[in-house]
């Protein structure tokens, strides 16, 4: 039984030493002495791993090689070490735990900027989260997990680098930056400071990666949202254009395959992703990073086994206007006996993913780095709905937990489309990468009610009430936004588009691909894979 | 099919059939997709061409041997040959035209 990365070779390996051994660029920016030797010796790589290895011929697989090994999201480096930058976050704590329980050797940086912003605002996190110092030692004790921690701001390059020299990581996943749209339209220095943090951050860890690990590959968050909702109805690919896309002018035409597509960023906060995406693309090419660009949808949920095991151990939950996500927001409101809030006509249509799903994305990802030079893009989604319809589905969940949940349609703060065409392309993590989506919308939002419902978490919400109908308008303007419509759920007609979502692969069909695909087939739900 | 330094002498200049060579780089996004064209191409053209691919930093040896600048770039051989060459990333119906346009010269 074949695994989704067994085929993968030193090529992709972290642990193959290029630099000094491989001429990148044949074409003619060539090292002499490193062409010299290829020219009378071969081509030949060093592992950073197996140095009794001495130079060897970079072919062996993941399948073959000793340091890795089988799990149920791929073969994954032995005790891989992975780097996470935010590591205090929703996402970074949640992902650093699984990782852990997985045996890599996690290390994190943060400088807590996240918790200091949400209290700034006046907000908090509903779900307790603990101080860092409390939360390792609950990994320890609970998990047995060892966390290497620093707190670091990335922007600090000389501690980041001293600490990347240290750990020397063979991932690293960057979740390092400002994740709000609405923080960053709050006013001129709200958007500074989202585009500063993220962009300059970003800039920086690329030229630290170059210098400190360039065999390292970059899992960078970035967000469906770059790609805005293009009302021409053209599809939003992965990044690039595929392979039979064709720009036709004046009778002439031009393969578009390989191409970025174009970005139509939807605030002052994802045109900080968009300039992310242009600097890590070029770092690619120029010192042959390699970079895994992830659009993720909008994320949602509570859940890992991981974060579940004790209340120490779980990760924050925002409900702000600023911070919280559409279907956390609904839960709290619903939990509170408001009506949900739904922006405008409620008919704009997002991305959504599980925390649970994102998290085995990423280790998807992490277990199968691109190539060297590679920038490569995912979309990073489960399901594709419609505001009003999440609105029905909290709902819907709510009322088995007793709630009476009605619907409002308020004025909407934001500059996008009420009605608009949405169809994403999603085909890698399903068919390169074998992820199958395993948690529903329903069952994540019966989780977060069960969560969220405890005495003392609604404690924490009520708190929090009046941060949670929007006030931070694009235009600058700032007022509460009011109520347009009042309505039960299962009242209202549907109207606008059907959303699209693509998840069947490109052509692609060499025997290789046709083998992993049927690995993945059998594997199904969490099968282990065996080596030979 | 991706061939190696090592291949290049029996795939490539003992083939009987023409070859078609794309040199390409994982560094290069429109390569990296041209390989589901050069995939259907290979099918359709297995009678009357062979379609192959090869890596220039992991093949360096003909990468230079043929001086490769840019990539993708193709090069065309027959009987041992290099018989046409182009660059740059190609639609499927112009890596037709330049298919056509090179057995044509054999003809």
Known sequence: MKLHNAHKTCWNCPAAILKGNVDFRACGQSLEAIRQRIEREGLLIECARLPDLGHFEPTITFEECPEWRPTKYGYLLENMRVMILGIDGYLGWTLALKLGALGCEVSGVDCFLRRKMVRELGADSVVPIYPMEERLKAAKEVLDIDIKFRKINILDREKLGQFMREVQPEAIVHYGEIPSAPYSMIDCDHAIQVQYNNVIGTLGLLFLMKEICPEASLIKLGTLGEYGAPLTGRPLFEGLFPADAILRWRGREWSLGGELTPRDPVSFYHVSKVQDTFNIYEACKYWWLRSYDVMQGVIYGVHTDEVAADPRLRTRLDVDEWFGTVVNRFVAQAILGMPLTVYGEGEQIRGFIALEDAMECMVRLISSPPEPGQYDVVNQVSGLYKVSELAETVARVAAEFGYDVKIQRVENPRVEADYHPFEVVSTKLPNELGFTPKVPLEVEIRRMFELLTQPHIVERIKKVAHLIRPRTWWSGEKRVVETLEVYRPGTRRRRGFKPKLITDRERFPTSKMEEVERAVEALGEGGDGDKG | ?107
């Open chain 2, 1 to 107: 099919m991706e061939i190696r330094d090592r291949d290049f002498q029996r795939e490539v200049l003992e083939s009987e059939l023409p070859v078609l060579v794309e040199f390409w780089g994982s560094w290069c996004p429109p390569c990296q997709k041209e390989k589901y064209i050069l995939e259907k191409l290979r099918e359709e053209y297995k009678d009357r061409i062979k379609i192959v691919t090869i890596n220039v930093d992991r093949n360096p040896r003909v990468a230079y041997r043929y001086r490769i600048k840019c990539v993708p770039t193709y090069i065309i051989f027959h009987r041992g040959e290099a018989i046409y060459s182009d660059i740059a990333a190609k639609s499927e119906d112009q890596l037709r035209e330049m298919i056509e346009k090179a057995l044509g010269k054999i003809a």
